[in-house]
């Protein structure tokens, strides 16, 4: 893509990463809301991030097969109106306070945001150098993370705050409760169907490939996308883990207004993403910011297990243990933004399929953290439970150091 067509690109897949990060890191608020008003154990909240990720594994390969049909601007903002029809579902799901009525309003956001990941995606990649795709990601990323800064705590003030009230009633009236999330879900209805109109009548242009009309091979062909996808499928789910379930943990040890705690895991994102940016590639290539990612991964990990669950640290006043579990976001935050220029490197005309498969890979949010949940139930012992991601960060580690450079499976 020319390089004067870039920034109007970039600026309207910039308001739409906004999008994702505000919808996807609001589920770290709902886990441990939704958990008190549909009455749940901590095994049955985090079906909340299952219903929302495992929409990207079965709506994925249609939804690329769709893209290729209607292109890349058509195909965002039928996602944009996807995931209106999604936050207007929380309605019936609040008057009703039916745990399965508010998962089906979650997997129909996640398809939305499938289809919009799908496109968005390869866009940041492909308009510009590949070297430097990693810095255009974390950017991406950066306005995404802000966004999941801002929304647990604008929730938690404007409609978490009324929990804690409620429960010391003496008889609390939950669906009262439940009937918070009403307004809020109506107005982002009507902010996605306005970036709906914005997009479709935007100067976004259409990717176009080179095709090779001789050219039939099959996506799994490609061992740097297969394996791209395993390493993304390992690293959503202990990204997820890292974000969503801080607010369990920290309710769990007695931390006050634990539905903000995502904004912790948020902030050190933003502050990955930040390091990205300067750092890539001018002073570090992408494959090695994988391969110390991963590495810190592994090191943050054993320091959640084995530090304090009492004693609050002296800067944030919440204990030592979650300090460690929000700073996963710094190691996790140079993850997506260096497998997606590895995985996609020269696909040309199956580029669609390409970032489908790593988009199915996003289905890791839904399966992992149940595991974790499982875990942390059998072992009545959620502390211990995070060392779980050690084989997240180690499958990350070998796409850094070897998978990534497989242009074949006998290679």
């Known amino acids: 893509m020319a390089k004067r067509s870039s920034l109007i690109p ?9 999008i994702f990060g505000f919808v996807t890191w609001l589920n770290g608020s709902l886990i441990p809301f939704l958990k008190v008003i549909c009455d749940l154990n901590d095994f049955e909240a985090l079906f909340v991030t299952f219903a929302f990720y495992i929409a990207y594994t079965v709506m994925a390969f249609p939804m690329a097969s769709l893209l290729e049909k209607t292109g890349y601007k058509k195909g ?12 207007l579902l929380f309605i019936p799901a609040a008057f009703s306070r039916e745990f399965v009525f508010f998962l089906v309003a979650l997997f129909t956001l996640g398809t939305g945001l499938t289809i919009l990941q799908t496109a968005s995606n390869p866009y940041i990649v492909l308009i510009g150098p590949i070297e430097s795709a990693a810095t255009r990601i974390s950017i991406m990323g950066l306005i995404n993370k802000t966004a999941g800064v801002l929304a647990p705590l604008v929730f938690t003030a404007f409609i978490f ?13 939950l669906h009262q409760l439940a009937q918070e999330l009403i307004v809020p879900y ?3 209805a009507g902010i996605l169907f306005v970036l709906m109109l914005f997009v479709l009548f935007s100067a976004l242009p259409e990717l176009e490939f080179d095709i090779d009309p001789y050219d039939s091979s099959n996506i799994l062909a490609f061992p740097r996308v297969v394996l791209g996808a395993v390493a993304l499928f390992f690293y959503v789910g202990i990204e997820v883990i890292a974000g969503d379930t801080i607010g369990l943990y920290g309710q769990s040890l007695g931390v006050a207004d634990a539905t903000a705690l995502t904004s912790y895991t948020m902030s050190f994102m933003v502050a990955g993403y930040l390091l990205g940016i300067f750092l890539i590639p001018r002073f570090l290539s992408q494959q090695k910011a994988l391969v110390v990612s991963s590495i810190v991964g592994m090191v943050l990990l054993f ?4 530090s304090s669950t009492t004693e609050a640290n002296i800067i944030v006043n919440i204990p030592d243990s979650v300090v460690f579990v929000a700073l996963l976001g710094l190691a996790n935050a140079l993850v997506w933004p260096t497998i997606w220029p590895l995985a996609l490197k020269d696909l040309k005309q199956h580029t669609a399929k390409g970032s489908a498969l790593l988009i199915m890979a996003i289905a890791g949010g839904a399966v992992i953290p149940l595991v974790f949940g499982k875990v942390a139930q059998m072992l009545s012992d959620m502390q211990s439970a995070y060392l779980l991601g050690l084989l997240c960060y180690f499958v990350i580690f070998m796409y850094g150091v070897k998978w990534h450079k497989m242009s074949s499976w006998s290679s």
């Not at 965002?76 to 936050?87: E, R, T, W």
């Not at 705050?161 to 009236?173: C, E, G, K």
């Not at 320091?303 to 084995?306: I, K």
């Open 10 to 18: 970039m600026i309207i897949i910039g308001v739409l990463f906004f």
């Open 76 to 87: 965002m903002a039928l996602g944009l109106f996807m995931m209106s029809v999604g936050a």
């Open 161 to 173: 705050s009324d929990l804690h009230t409620s429960l010391d009633a003496a008889n609390p009236d």
């Open 186 to 188: 109506t107005i982002m």
């Open 303 to 306: 320091c959640v297990a084995f």
